[in-house]
């Protein structure tokens, strides 16, 4: 696979003139993109006020003031004075007779079970639930966790939990008794809303002991079990899911809330220490992802959004605001997207017609090695392609374009994180975008990449900042100002470090080259892993890499490669060889690897994210800190061998 210029991809003239950006660019009287994005910037006040106005966002009290930075600049306060439940703005499709009646939610089971719910059963179903949880004695404030699998019930758990002034509090549906229960306790939640089980691969995933024994561990005062087809959940502080959900007939109507009020916690794992507790609030988590979902997602009323992701990560409650906040249809899958086999995806775009598709890097390059099955399913109605959560290599991404958007449609670069809701860069359909590139920052942040000073740097590697608070971020952890501090304001005084090492063009185009805690110094040059593997990703053989910097006390660091390449099998020393060669040629003799190692697999997140520090950790016998977010444990134990064999 190799890219060339034919796989820029430029817009089309109707494509242009049709685009949100476009649009929003003519209400505010500009001709030129980067004059709309020096807007964002310079007037947040009339920039914001032309978003909130363009998605027809619902206030119970129109805010005073945009911004209050008064306490500091890393603590900003935004829409003050603003009355809002960002859950009003979804159901005021289900109170238009025009929207009222076309899908909202659609889900299809591993299995093929399929289900949906319109704008007016959603909202019946989600103020049905919020009674139900307004019997339990659940109110404004109280913390209730979330650990449940794709799906109808998962948006309507959501939903009504933040409808009632609840904070919902999502978990990863991979998280053993431990981390579920470590973060119950860390925020005192009263309630876990869990699942007992469901499939993936065919197997039950059997997840009611894991939330009975949370609990139980954590002392939280109600487990909402959602039970298996035809059981009941039983037993002392559970309650059934369906009983919830039976609440009385109307239900409440939704609490009204401040825009600073919590919305939702998010707890993330870090490398060493308890879990961050990232805050988020009603005036900024579903503002943000709507903004983004508008302007890079290019979201539109007849669009349909299919994102795979488990509830548990920021993108399966961004893709909840980015498409019901626009009166989409969102599409939700609760199995894995190669089985029974790679076909699935492509097969399920067919099926419902699926306009945006988001896949991780790791599910494209699958899909490329699997060109025959993954391109199986009609793909013709998609319009837009994501792609997200760590670098993709050109070579790839120029694919996906291909084979999956028919060359027609862009695939949009997508990267942030849970700290800002949602993208620092990304890409709009005004203007060309570069194969494993962003074509710009996302409007409304103020993005660079800088030196170690803190200075502005073009063309080479530097660390991806925030020059100035933007709706969306963080502004603390739970209960800890200091170690929020410590982690993003306090590395350069004055500025967001995201922790993402990046290259900013002459041409403004970003690339993103790894995480600051996974650069390499190899001969003195410091390097991101995503420049070797893409390079190495170029060896036929090779599906997968992963590129990490070893202590030597001889030379400080040597890099040492692990790469999943079954063909390769029967002929490693060749094929070693072949890797080393081609980093000579292709890198240059500093970057050749001290080792290459072939593995079956690599440790990821449940969102296939490569856990290069977790490799480096399990390969140098160093302490691995939190591995909660870890979906595959087997493949460390196969790093553990590895180390021991070499």
């Not at 910037?41 to 619902?58: G, S, T």
């Not at 089971?109 to 139900?132: I, P």
């Not at 919830?244 to 009204?256: D, L, M």
């Not at 900024?284 to 709507?290: A, G, L, S």
Request: contains cysteine; proline residues 5%; negative net charge.
């Amino acid at each position: 696979m190799a890219t060339s210029e034919s796989d820029i991809w430029y817009p089309s003239e109707e494509q242009k003139a049709g685009c949100n950006v476009t649009l929003i660019m003519e209400r505010l009287g500009i001709d030129d993109y980067d004059d709309f994005y020096r807007l964002s910037i310079e007037q947040p006040d009339r920039y914001w006020a032309e978003i909130l106005d363009f998605c027809q966002v619902k206030w119970s009290r129109p805010y005073d003031q945009f911004a209050d930075l008064s306490r500091a600049p890393e603590f900003p306060k935004w829409f003050v004075g603003g009355e809002i439940n960002w859950v009003d703005t979804i159901f005021a499709f289900a109170e238009d007779p025009a929207t009222a009646n076309k899908p909202a939610v659609i889900a299809e089971r591993e299995d093929g079970e399929q289900s949906q719910v319109t704008y007016a059963e959603l909202h019946t179903r989600v103020r049905k639930f919020a009674g139900g949880l307004t019997k339990l004695g659940i109110r404004k404030g109280d913390r209730i966790g979330l650990l449940i699998e794709p799906g109808i019930e998962a948006i309507i758990s959501m939903i009504a939990i933040t409808y009632v002034g609840a904070v919902v509090m999502p978990l990863f549906s991979g998280f053993g008794a431990e981390p579920i229960s470590s973060r119950l306790t860390l925020c005192r939640a009263r309630a876990l809303v869990a699942t007992a089980g469901f499939k993936r691969r065919g197997k039950l995933v059997d997840r009611e002991a894991v939330a009975r024994e949370a609990v139980t561990t954590a002392g939280t005062e109600f487990l909402i079990l959602k039970p298996l087809e035809g059981g009941k959940a039983t037993g002392e502080g559970v309650v059934d899911w369906y009983d919830v959900a039976a609440g009385p007939e109307a239900g409440p109507k939704g609490e009204t809330m401040s825009s600073q009020d919590m919305f939702m916690v998010f707890f993330t794992s870090g490398t060493t220490g308890l879990p961050k507790g990232i805050v988020h609030t009603h005036g900024t988590f579903p503002m943000k992802v709507m903004h983004d979902g508008v302007i890079c997602f290019d979201m539109k009323q007849d669009d349909i959004f299919f994102w795979p992701a488990d509830m548990g990560w920021v993108a399966g409650a961004l893709a909840i605001a980015t498409a019901l906040m626009r009166g989409a249809t969102m599409m939700c899958y609760d199995g894995a997207p190669d089985y029974p086999d790679w076909s699935r995806m492509s097969r399920f775009i067919e099926r419902y017609k699926v306009t945006h598709f988001g896949g991780a890097p790791t599910m494209i390059r699958g899909f490329a090695a699997n060109e025959k099955l993954a391109t199986a399913g009609d793909m013709s109605s998609i319009r837009l392609l994501i792609t997200g959560g760590e670098a993709i290599d050109p070579e790839h991404f120029a694919w996906y374009g291909r084979h999956f958007g028919g060359g027609i449609a862009p695939v949009v670069n997508f990267s942030g994180g849970t700290e800002v809701c949602g993208g620092l860069v990304g890409s709009v359909m005004h203007r060309p975008i570069v194969p494993g590139g962003f074509n710009t920052a996302v409007p409304g942040m103020e993005v660079d990449v800088v030196n170690a000073d803190g200075k502005s740097i073009r063309n080479e590697v530097g660390e991806l900042v925030i020059r100035s608070s933007g709706v969306g971020m963080t502004s603390s952890f739970w209960e800890d100002d200091e170690r929020y501090l410590d982690t993003y304001w306090r590395t350069i005084p004055g500025i967001w470090v995201h922790g993402d090492l990046a290259i900013l063009d002459d041409k403004g185009n970003y690339f993103l080259r790894g995480r600051s805690d996974d650069t390499l110094k190899l001969a003195g040059k410091r390097t991101g892993p995503a420049e070797i593997e893409d390079v190495l990703m170029e060896i036929p053989e090779i599906v997968e890499v992963a590129a990490i910097g070893v202590d030597d006390p001889a030379k400080g660091q040597v890099l040492v490669v692990f790469a999943i390449a079954p063909s390769a099998n029967g002929d490693e020393p060749a094929f070693v060889q072949k890797v080393m060669a081609h980093a000579d040629d292709r890198l240059g003799r500093a970057f050749r690897p001290n080792k290459v190692h072939i593995v079956r697999e690599l440790p990821k997140t449940r969102t296939a994210k490569v856990m290069r520090r977790l490799i480096r950790g399990a390969y140098s016998g160093l302490p691995l800190g939190d591995i909660s977010a870890l979906d595959n444990p087997s493949a460390l134990e196969e790093i553990v061998r590895v180390a021991k064999a070499s």
